[in-house]
Nanobody, 125 residues
Framework: QVQLVESGGGLVQAGGSLRLSCAAS????????MGWFRQAPGKEREFVAA????????IYADSVKGRFTISRDNAKNTVYLQMNSLKPEDTAVYYC??????????????????WGQGTQVTVSS
């Protein structure tokens, strides 16, 4: 099973940018569809973005489309989430996720094989 460690979270003003990274170990990242989820205080964890094993296909939640970009570098065993034009409602703990199935659409939480520990993103107004 792959182990995932996120980094890059922090405090940023509205309109700013952050880049999250997710480093994998234990298994080759290229075996997994990868994604990002987030959980805001008092809310359920929700899907943010996903990328296919090769990186050729991506999908986003409507709330982040046009502002966030997911990418991957399989040679470095790392997945990224570039977040631009951040809003206070983007404040959440962001989780990296690995799904051993080919990407069909949005990732579902019950299909995730491995989760990272999460990284806090706080956007101030």
């Amino acid at each position: 099973q792959v182990q995932l460690v996120e980094s890059g979270g922090g405090l940023v003003q509205a309109g700013g940018s952050l880049r999250l990274s997710c480093a994998a170990s234990g298994r080759t990242l290229g075996s997994y569809t990868m994604g990002w989820f987030r959980q805001a205080p008092g809310k359920e964890r929700e899907f943010v973005a996903a990328i296919s094993r090769s990186g050729g296909r991506t999908i986003y939640a409507d709330s982040v489309k046009g502002r966030f970009t997911i990418s991957r570098d399989n040679a470095k065993n790392t997945v990224y989430l570039q977040m631009n034009s951040l809003k206070p409602e983007d404040t959440a703990v962001y989780y990296c996720a690995a799904d051993g199935h080919p990407m069909g659409g949005r990732l579902t939480q019950n299909a995730i094989d491995s989760w990272g520990q999460g990284t806090q993103v706080t956007v101030s107004s």
